[in-house]
């Protein structure tokens, strides 16, 4: 029988202490105010507030039962412009399982807005220190990534290895800045062969890797506008114009994307391109669709031809990889969860991940879970006290979870979360079978 992963955490961390006596204590963070519990939090539970040593904000729960677990959460986005306690709020109400679940909380708001994984990954850091710190010693400390925040966590588990007993990673975008961002490129281009008012034609002109100018005063409800005009893709089907709804029909099938995620996508390929442009790459294009061919269209032979062109720059493609890409080195034991229609994170970045962590030598460290779900935010209650608890088994009993056995623990707890929805057989493809390989 294998040792459980909390005795190999151990004795490893027993082996490292010899080995360098001389290492530095983590440097301390602020201690956190008390402060009520916002909307959403259940009823008993402490909560504490404040900024980490570099000015990210903070929310620290602690469930009037607790568990001894903690679990830090990185959240999704990223969010632009700058940060503030509400979307610690928010997330907290969002994630109110995890506390009900008798599990204290800790997430970080990450100091700046923008795609900086490191950075946010540090700052997840930081926030588990502040409860470890100041609120409580856990017993066990889990790491939660959603969405953006996954491939954050991700790096968090790479980064800062003796600081986590376990990962769960859900909905998550994680085939790295350098594979999960390009189809939004591909949209740009397609989106602007066939609507050409994204620049429009009275506008500057700029590369659309850029996403906007720097001096652009674009809102989000003008884009909206703009491709409701071309597309129609906020009204009913029998009110679009025939030119709309094809229109709106070749993107659909050439991106591979559903109609409801069309104004979101082009919205991060607009402003979080932007940021990438301005403030990750040095103003170099991380993104390339040069051979490229697009398929799908009622003419692929004048589609391709139209599409603008773009090669990406060595130097900012790897700049935006270092900080963005998964290496897979992670060191304990990672489960993830994902709606298989997922619309926003498509289900394939799973198969991508899961390559990584195997080319990395630590396959056997990942176990994959699917829902049979077309949400992104939120996979509902019952999903998600059913992975706790078998990561958890993992980390203290080495009972490696499987898909059926997740799916027996969430159909044991459904009398007190809720109806199942995992998928025991499903496995997703190639992500080169959705995304356009480069």
Partial sequence: MRAPWSTLVLLTSAITLVA????????AEPAPATTACPKGVPEGASCWRGTDSVGAHVLL?????WSGVLVVHAHGGPVLGTPTPKRADDDAARWAITVKAGHAWAASVFRQGGVAVRDAAEDTERVRRM???????PKHTLLHGQ????????????MYPASWDGVLLSSGVLAGGSRSYDFRLDLRVVYQHLCGNHPKADEPAYPLWMGLPADSKLTRPELAARVDACLGVRKPAAQRAPEQATKLKTIVDVIRIPERSVIGHLNWA?????????????????FDNQRVRYVGSPDDVALNAAVL?????????????????PTGDIRVPVLTVHGIDDPTAFIE???FFRQTMEKAGRGANLVQTFVRSDQHSYLGDATYPPLFDALLAWVTRGEKPTPQTVSMRCEAGKSRWGNCAFDTAYTPRPLDTRVYPR
């Fill in 131 to 137: 409860f470890v710190q100041h609120v409580a010693k």
């Fill in 147 to 158: 969405s953006w925040g996954a491939g954050v966590a991700a790096k968090a588990a790479e």
């Fill in 61 to 65: 729960i602690k469930p009037a039962q």
């Fill in 270 to 286: 607009t402003w979080h391109f932007q940021d990438i442009a301005l403030h990750r790459t040095g103003g170099g294009n991380p």
């Fill in 20 to 27: 360098c006596q001389t290492t530095p204590e983590p440097p």
């Fill in 349 to 351: 970045m799973d198969h």
């Fill in 309 to 325: 062109r773009y090669a990406a720059n060595p130097k900012a493609q790897a700049r935006f990889a270092a900080d963005t890409d």
